[in-house]
């Protein structure tokens, strides 16, 4: 695996191993020294268009366990500000030493382009493109849900289980690269969200669509995953209501209590108390949300070694 | 006087015969064969078809000189087969003035390569807002029988009624370009299953085909002609096929672009693949060829859009819309239309030359490679391999991948041979 750009790049085989390779890595954490030599002498750039914190974080967590060096772009005060290009960009920070670069655009197809133009020769992995995609959290949510839900987990997929992703689909990265992943793994995703948060040409996808979701929590999901509204994506009349959105689409505690007792509560983050999600779901037994960060971290060390060429 | 004998040409695949022109025009074969003076090129094999005419050419000048000029989109021009194009307005300043459309003619008659016919913009700097003076462009020197926004729709209905009174009046025809702009907000491929799960923003066929919908029934209200820019939905077909049957005076194009490649390309992220209106469905594609076989569409035209490399080295949606055509406009044609039965050459000459020249009202095509006519004709190899393009000064060529029949073998302009064995004749810039 030499980049990794997309969910769909990944069979079902490559998935579940970097889901094995993961949980092994995810001992190093609780060592006295959480740290391994495997990428000593790699340098790991993050490259970043938009803000980010918590997926920045990740990656840099990930490649200190792995002993790679870190450095991180910032597009505020950069020269994209200048009317650098993407181009340039990149090629700049290779030219300082980039063997892996870890980038988020505000462009969907981004990381493809930098990986296929011809412009630079790092590895690439996309840390979120526009709307299209963001494999490490599809990946890292379902490191979560086959750690909770599948009882002997090393080597399995999600064969069987029934995922909903709920909220606004039109303007999530991070749905779409689960619709793809959930899918490739066997799950069966249903999306809801109102009809405007729901793109037009979902009937392509390989899921069921609802805008009710109290129906949907009433067939008993394995998994609820709950999307923050994209504000900033949004175009004006679009915006709905917050007072209906709540009503209508918010995890709350009566809807949380109504789900399967073994079922789990799940958010990509950041999140917004009190709209897509209540405060108390959050917090309670079911949230899985620190797992997801926590797992995030072993996954996106599980893909920099992959994509530096996985047991050499 | 100059005599060039042609020999051995099937004519628009048909009957094999001679050409022969004499001082810039086609003369009886028989009276200058022999003649110790003539040129004689053996063309055995080749068809003989008229000179290409495009509708829809952007040559970017004024403005944009880095990714196109008059001169080297005439010269692309020339190497695609076609003696007259057709410069839409778009240009920075736009050409919306009698002095700006005459600067562009001037501009091509310079080159010398083909007829450059300015396109005049229907508003004024293409804003959509108030009327350009289409009478005194219409008036000018080039005598502008086409205008357009092309680039953006004429979107006010009540400022596209009064344009095609207007142009009514002068002979001339609105050339739409039909996006509701509502519809197409940051637009950025077909919209459907594939843009939702790339994440680009979609562009909608309803946005192209109420607005062809609304402006045929604002033609016939008028009583005047009305022209479809670059069709490129099965949807829009329908819209065509029902005015037409109503008689409303409608014409219609589509891009070789259309013809060939499909959203799927989209796909690799890369703005090579990025045009407006966007590309389609492998279904519309497939309508779209039988349109042109029934005749709904009257023509293909190229929108050959010119980029420097930077609008395209870029992720996909900060990526500029628009691909080259005229140099591969013909291949396409024979790839999609004739080799699969759908057309014969025939009619090639209809779509290309013919009908774009009666719409656009541009003399001396409307009785092809007859004696006494201009000396506009294209020799083609319907079976040769096409050539990549090198006439333009850019490069985003979208056919770098597709296998295409259809070789331009030599064009002839007013008589004056443009290109020879598929290579450019270089010409002096003329000095007015």
Redesign the interface.
């Known amino acids: 695996m030499k980049h990794l750009l997309s969910a769909q790049d990944l069979t079902r085989d490559d998935a579940v191993r970097l889901l094995d390779v993961a949980q092994d890595f995810s001992d190093v954490a609780n060592r006295s020294v959480p740290k391994l030599p495997t990428l000593r002498g790699v340098t790991m750039v993050n490259l970043f268009f938009e803000d980010s914190t918590r997926t920045r974080l990740s990656f840099e967590a990930a490649a200190k366990r792995l002993s790679a060096d870190v450095m991180t772009f910032q597009v505020q005060g950069s020269s994209v500000s200048k009317g650098e290009s993407l181009k340039d960009t990149a090629q700049t920070v290779e030219a300082m030493g980039a063997d892996i670069i870890v980038v988020r655009h505000f462009s969907s197809g981004a990381a493809h382009r930098l990986a296929h133009s011809g412009w630079v020769e790092a590895a690439i992995i996309n840390a979120g493109d526009g709307t299209h995609e963001h494999p490490t959290q599809a990946l890292l949510d379902a490191a979560t849900i086959r750690e909770r839900l599948v009882s002997k987990a090393r080597g399995s997929d999600l064969s069987g289980l029934h995922v909903a992703i709920v909220g606004d689909i039109a303007h999530s990265r991070v749905a779409r690269s689960n619709v793809v992943l959930l899918n490739t793994l066997g799950a069966r995703v249903t999306v809801v969200g109102p009809p405007e948060l729901i793109p037009s040409g979902i009937e392509g996808w390989p899921v069921a669509t609802s805008s009710d979701l109290d129906s949907v929590i009433d067939e008993s999901p394995d998994a609820i995953m709950m999307l923050r509204i994209q504000k900033e994506r949004i175009k004006g009349e679009f915006q709905p209501a917050s007072g209906n959105y709540v009503r209508n689409y918010s995890l709350t505690k009566d809807r949380a209590n109504r789900l399967a007792e073994h079922a789990i509560v799940m958010h990509p983050g950041p999140m917004n108390r009190g709209v897509e999600i209540a405060s108390d779901v959050a917090d309670s037994s079911r949230s899985v949300i620190l797992d997801q960060v926590r797992n995030g971290v072993a996954l996106r060390m599980a893909v920099l070694f992959e994509v530096w060429g996985g047991e050499k | 006087m100059t005599t060039t004998v042609i020999t051995g040409l099937s004519l628009m695949g048909g009957e094999v015969a001679d050409i022969a022109i004499a001082d810039g025009v086609f003369v009886e074969p028989s009276g200058v064969k022999g003649s110790a003076k003539a040129r004689v090129i053996d063309a055995s094999g080749l068809v003989a078809l008229p000179g290409f005419v495009d509708l829809h050419t952007h040559l970017r000048q004024p403005g944009g000189e880095q990714a196109e000029t008059v001169r080297s989109g005439s010269r692309a021009a020339a190497l695609g087969g076609y003696t007259a194009v057709h410069a839409m307005a778009n240009t920075l300043p736009v050409a919306d003035t009698a002095e700006l459309v005459t600067q562009v003619w001037q501009w091509g008659r310079a080159a010398g390569y083909v007829d450059v016919r300015p396109v005049g913009a229907v508003t004024k700097g293409l804003a959509g807002e108030a009327l350009a003076s289409l009478g005194s462009m219409a008036r000018s020197l080039p005598k502008v029988r086409v205008f357009s926004d092309d680039g953006k729709c004429v979107h006010d209905s009540g400022l596209m009624k009064r344009a095609l009174e207007q142009a009514s009046s002068l002979d001339a025809v609105i050339a739409q370009h039909a996006q509701d702009p509502r519809l197409t907000?940051g637009a950025?491929m077909n919209?459907?299953?594939?843009?939702?799960?790339?994440?680009?923003e979609?562009w909608?066929a309803v946005a192209e085909e109420s607005i062809i919908a609304r402006d045929v029934l604002l033609a016939e209200s008028v009583g005047a002609r009305i022209h479809i820019c670059h069709l490129s939905t099965a949807g829009s077909l329908e819209v065509v096929k029902w005015a037409k049957k109503r008689g409303i005076a409608v014409t219609a194009e589509v891009t070789p672009h259309h013809l060939l490649l499909t959203e799927d390309l989209v796909s690799?992220?890369?703005p090579l693949y990025k045009v407006n209106p966007p590309l389609r469905r492998s279904e519309d594609v497939l309508a779209l060829r039988d349109g042109v076989a029934s005749g709904v569409i009257d023509i293909v035209a190229t929108d050959h859009a010119p980029h420097p490399s930077?609008a395209k080295?870029?992720?996909?949606?900060?990526g500029a819309f628009g691909m080259l055509g005229l140099e591969s406009a013909f291949a396409v044609v024979m790839t999609t239309l004739v080799k699969p039965g759908l057309v014969s050459l025939d009619a090639v000459a209809r779509i290309m030359s013919t009908t774009p020249a009666q719409i656009g009202r541009v003399s001396g095509y409307s009785a092809p490679l007859s004696a006494g006519q201009p000396a506009h004709l294209t020799v083609v190899d319907p079976a040769g391999s096409a050539g990549a393009p090198h006439g333009s000064l850019s490069s985003n060529n979208p056919y770098r991948d597709q296998e295409l029949v259809g070789r331009v073998v030599h064009t002839f302009y007013s008589g004056v041979q443009t290109v020879t064995d598929s290579q450019l004749v270089e010409l002096e810039e003329k000095s007015e």
């Open positions: 907000e950025q919209d459907g299953p594939l843009a939702a799960m790339l994440g680009l979609g909608p690799s992220f890369d930077e080295d870029c992720s996909f949606p900060e």
